[in-house]
């Protein structure tokens, strides 16, 4: 009752049951090393959005290093009788030999883009169908959000301040894939330890309701944080709050935060405050509930930050980027490859190994152009698939806090490329067709 | 670049930054020490439900044993310079030594329930805001769509099988609130291993497209896992692929599952056939989509057994629960107790310590009666507040698996408790007002 946090950090059991089924049932029928190629796309974006950002890739080569089914994960399956022991043999020498190709993180994509392909053994790469879709579907859709939103503040820095109304290790990559899609920091310290990000916060009203009087809080808050800290004005009056601060602190005041209320008007009385108390270097940030709709519509008010919360680790109300990892290609019993699919009609894909690349006119997408199983050879473009793993080997620099920079980087040069029709928040269609040419 | 797995098991950053700012302010400016109350509660509960289940609670005292700075963690803090020296040594000797007291796992709450109440000093529980939050933001949302669904799926099991549509940690905790929900099962294994959850599972669309024709996929499958084994039928054509089935296994086939269609028609062509074959056991699984809705939908349908995914995951259209941790209590400088809340009227709360009662006609529960500070002494009803913590030491009985099967008790006895509109998916009121008292 007492050992709850596993002493092994293997991921190996971020796994569905049946994946394992499967695996014993492929073993005993001696199809379970056919080659084969599983792929993750996107049946279509999220109701009326332009676009998506990919994001987790880097989480998932962090994660296919602990793969392991060691001694505390084979003992599990074996006492509940998940597979036969010949299974558990197989598990327990697991380590992924085959190849991993995907659209670089931070990369946007569309409906049917291939995400990411895995070629291994079927038993090899069946295995891993629920790790790499939990992290590839969690942080696509924070990153998906936090694109919109970022695009929505423009110049103006987005702090993700989301962690609490997400579990707390999903926080941890909330707050990873906003900063990959355009935010300049979070408030979650563990994202600060593990990937270099940002982190910022200074106080909540509890800071000021601990202290007898509102002016005892900001006291102490400038005496202990500097003058360039930022108070928080809306526990009780911020007329008065404000005029607080700056008896304090003076002009030389860092910022202010307002958490309720209209945030326009406020900001707006706020600034001419601050700007006839020659405060005219204090930032206001904004926090209340905000989404990309909300920060687009204070583009107006003079605001200088926006914490975003709830919106942004929840996907902005597509909590999931409902990405799919399906069979596409394997090979037969004689070894040729086969492309498959199912056949029901309202789950239609796309069977085959696939080559994508972004078709452009000048220095603007155009098209999203796919080729089943690849384009002809002079086709004109920008290859969107990398490799991230060969032959089992992974490439270190998708990973950790190099890994987000160039997701950074990534995301930033790929919506500068889209039309401008991508940067409309109103429902409407992908900002660049998916068209496949079978070669 | 290479270490991304922190080697130690804290959980003390999963904290924002905010909260160790003001810990430094605070300490700095002695006010650290008073002794406070927090308390977690929901201003409102997601549109139109009528009742929300509490969950996260064990898993709250779980997380809380490993939040301690170990060297690592003071290590990042330092040399990111997120707080001063003294604030670092003192968060080396942190250990909770309050007191947390809480509505019990699984019960029912509503509207201004205190949900969980933290009394300490300051310093030491204004740290654990964001890892108290989390869990019960995610695990709470999870529990209350997954009770709506196994409500309406009555005495038919639900299986939790949505893990690969949010984060892979956050997937262990859906597993784990779905089951005290009232689900019967969970497709994760890593929930499986650390709450003793059963879990479920036979194979994916992909077994079949491994294989050169759906009857050797079949037949494999029975061959490894047995005639009680679970088939797909969808991958083609589910007629043929029924037919093939039972030529396969026979009627002792243990059950057939339907991922895409019309679950309703197909459901009952499916089991007119099967009952024609003498296949009268098999169980029909149904698993595309669903949501409370689909599974009331489906209530006529001669279904066995419901598999939900997304929508249970992410909380079927909300994913967080937005619960909130405020300071309701402090003592002021002399040392009586201070009632505080925030003052702005857009998010009023309601301050002071608080005593709750579910108050009962018969064994029909009829109000939320919450008492600031308490109800008089002869007031009728079920205590709802239990003591999880008491003085730092952290009550046993409600974590691991022993706490989830209590919380799955609690569930089942509070929901049954409630009045009929509870279960009414339709939007509307809670199913039971809340009602304030000050003595």
């Known amino acids: 009752m007492s050992d709850l946090t596993p002493s092994s950090p293997s991921t190996a059991l971020f796994t569905d049951h049946y994946e394992l089924t499967m695996l014993q049932a492929a073993l005993a029928a001696g199809t379970a090393q056919r080659r084969s190629v599983f792929e993750v796309f996107g049946r279509r974006l999220p109701h009326g959005r332009r676009y998506g950002v990919v994001a987790g890739t880097g989480r998932i080569l962090e994660m296919l290093r602990d793969f392991r089914f060691t001694g505390e994960e084979i003992d599990f399956l074996r006492s509940t009788g998940v597979v036969d022991a010949p299974t558990l043999d197989w598990l327990a020498d697991y380590r992924f030999s085959g190849t991993i190709r995907g659209y670089a993180e931070g990369e946007v994509y569309f409906p049917g883009s291939p995400l990411l392909s895995v070629e291994s053994s079927f038993a090899e790469g069946v295995v891993l169908e629920t790790l790499i879709l939990s992290a590839l579907n969690y942080d696509t859709a924070v990153a998906s959000a936090a694109s919109r939103m970022s695009g929505a503040a423009g110049d103006r820095p987005c702090a993700e301040m989301g962690s609490r109304r997400t579990h707390e290790a999903a926080a941890v990559a909330a707050a990873r894939a906003a900063v990959i899609a355009g935010f300049a920091s979070t408030s979650n310290l563990e994202a600060g330890r593990r990937y270099g990000l940002r982190t910022i916060g200074t106080s909540a009203h509890s800071f000021t309701l601990l202290h007898d009087t509102e002016r005892q809080a900001f006291a102490a808050q400038v005496d202990s944080l500097g003058k360039d800290t930022i108070l ?38 706020v600034r001419e405050k601050l700007d006839a108390r ?43 980027a409902s990405l799919v990892y399906k069979l596409v290609a394997r090979q037969g019993a004689e070894g040729t490859w086969v492309s498959v699919e199912k056949a029901s009609k309202s789950k239609a894909s796309h069977g085959g190994i696939k080559q994508a690349v972004r078709s452009y006119d000048g220095s603007i997408a155009t098209e999203e152009s796919i080729g089943v199983p690849a384009l002809p050879a002079d086709f004109d473009g920008r290859a969107l698939l990398v490799d991230l793993v060969v032959d ?48």
Chains 1, 2 share one sequence.
């Open 232 to 269: 928080l004005l809306d526990t009780y009056d911020v007329d008065t709050a404000l005029d607080t601060a700056i008896e304090i602190a003076g002009p030389e005041l860092g910022g202010v935060r307002l958490d309720s209320g209209d945030l326009g008007i406020q900001a707006h009385e």
């Open 278 to 320: 020659g405060a005219r270097n204090t930032k206001i940030t904004v926090t209340s509930d905000l989404d990309e709709y909300a920060i687009a519509a204070l583009q107006a008010a003079p605001v200088d930050a926006y914490g975003v919360g709830t919106r942004v680790v929840t996907g902005s109300g597509a909590p999931t």
């Open 392 to 439: 089992g080997e992974i490439d270190d620099a998708f990973t950790g806090a190099e890994g987000v920079r160039r997701a950074q980087v990534r995301h930033a040069e790929s919506v500068g490329e889209l039309p401008r029709s991508a940067h409309r928040l109103q429902d409407g269609e992908p900002a660049i067709p998916t068209v496949y040419y079978s070669g």
